[in-house]
């Protein structure tokens, strides 16, 4: 049985992933294309419960580095607990925010060195890289106008607009420094047009 393919999902909050995610699932469904869904933090027990203290909007008071740190333990177990499995199977896994969230949100966003950010995930880096990573291409203004605001429970949406002006400028520079792997769709097109658009790519790349 040959190893199945791991497409990951990235963009600020609020451009269509969990969308696009929904439409990706009927479509690998209609096909017959084994697959599961998953999403960062998150994915299993214990990484369910560390994503819910990473979010909470009541833990204002977390420095970066237990932010950036608590992401990493969340993906370690994540990757064991759900991604390793199903890859094993042969199945396609498809994952709502990966490490480059890491990069982007931890590195661009706090303004941790990259190199930190790298070192504590060395784990996902030097064994699970993404065969592909689709990046939803639309600026956090044009996300938040159409999602009506940040969310106030959310402790990463209240971050504030420069932070994730900060976040977009880390995705993009993260596509260009790596075309390889990513796979940038136009966020601003109809959810119809960005889900053909994103196919077709993936096709290309031979990763479904």
């Known amino acids: 049985m040959s190893r199945g393919k791991f497409i990951t999902f990235e963009g600020c909050d609020g451009c269509g992933k969990s969308t696009q995610l929904k439409t990706w699932s009927e479509y690998l469904t209609a096909q ?48 064991a607990d759900r991604v390793e499995p199903a890859l094993s199977a042969g199945k396609l896994v498809i994952c709502d925010r990966y490490v480059d969230s890491s990069f982007a949100y931890q590195a661009y966003g706090r303004g941790l060195s990259k190199e930190f950010v ?7 880096l030097e064994n699970y890289l993404p065969d592909a990573t689709v990046f939803i291409d639309l600026t956090p ?6 999602k009506h605001g940040a969310d106030e429970n959310d402790r990463l949406e209240k971050a504030g607009m420069a932070f994730h002006r900060r976040v977009y400028e880390g995705f993009d520079a993260l596509a260009k420094a790596e ?18 658009e994103t196919l077709a790519k993936l096709q290309e790349k031979n990763c479904l």
Do not use: W
């Open 32 to 79: 017959g294309i084994e697959h599961i869904f998953t999403r960062e933090p998150g994915g299993g027990k214990i990484s369910e419960a560390i994503r819910e203290i990473l979010l909470n909007g009541k833990n204002m008071e977390m420095t970066d580095e237990c932010e950036a740190l608590l992401y990493a333990a969340a993906r370690a177990q994540h990757l």
């Open 141 to 146: 203004e044009e996300a938040f106008a159409r």
């Open 179 to 196: 075309p390889e792997r990513f796979v940038r769709v136009n966020g601003k097109n109809t959810p119809q047009g960005i889900f053909e």
């Open 118 to 124: 790298a070192k504590i995930n060395a784990f996902a």
